[in-house]
């Protein structure tokens, strides 16, 4: 059996895409057919036999695209595995401990019973759209804090958890 995957992604500047492409390429490397798109372009998620959906926090929320998707989609997500993952903290934090859900990505975990969530270390550059983020890259607090390695290890848990939820039932 196929396995067929959607990662949806919200991104501001374009590091959470990166992100999302990692993940996707890590799936398919471990035989996981990943489809890679923006959440305004995703569609419907009863196509996919499950879900990665991930958005860049800012101001302590989900990209409101990422948002309005998993709103949209709700019921379609509660009826497959989901995993959830923010881009987050400009600082190594994320690689040094667990970091929750901040609440609104809480209450959609809660929502659509996601399996799993995860933040990993996000990124600020040079040229980032947004009066509050060229404040914060020419205050010295931006930076590249993502950890792809961790991304790597995260994408080949969820390849196996889908094989053994979705490939194995088959042959039972």
Known sequence: MTVKVLVAYATKNGSTEEMARTIAQ?????????????TAEAGDVREYDAVV???????????????????RQRAALAARPVWLFSSGPLDAS???????????????????DAREHVTFGGCLR????????RMIVDSGKGGDFRDFAAMDA?????????????VDRQVD
């Open 26 to 38: 890590t799936l398919e490397k471990e035989g996981v057919v990943a489809d890679l798109r923006p």
């Open 53 to 71: 959906l991930g958005s860049a926090l800012y101001a302590g929320r989900w990209l409101r695209d990422a948002r309005r998707f998993a709103a």
């Open 94 to 112: 994320a690689g040094e401990r667990d970091i929750p859900p901040v609440r609104g990505v809480r209450r959609i975990s809660s929502r659509i």
């Open 126 to 133: 040079a040229g980032a759209k947004g009066r509050m983020a």
């Open 154 to 166: 995260w994408a080949r848990r969820i390849a196996a958890e889908l094989h053994t939820l979705l």
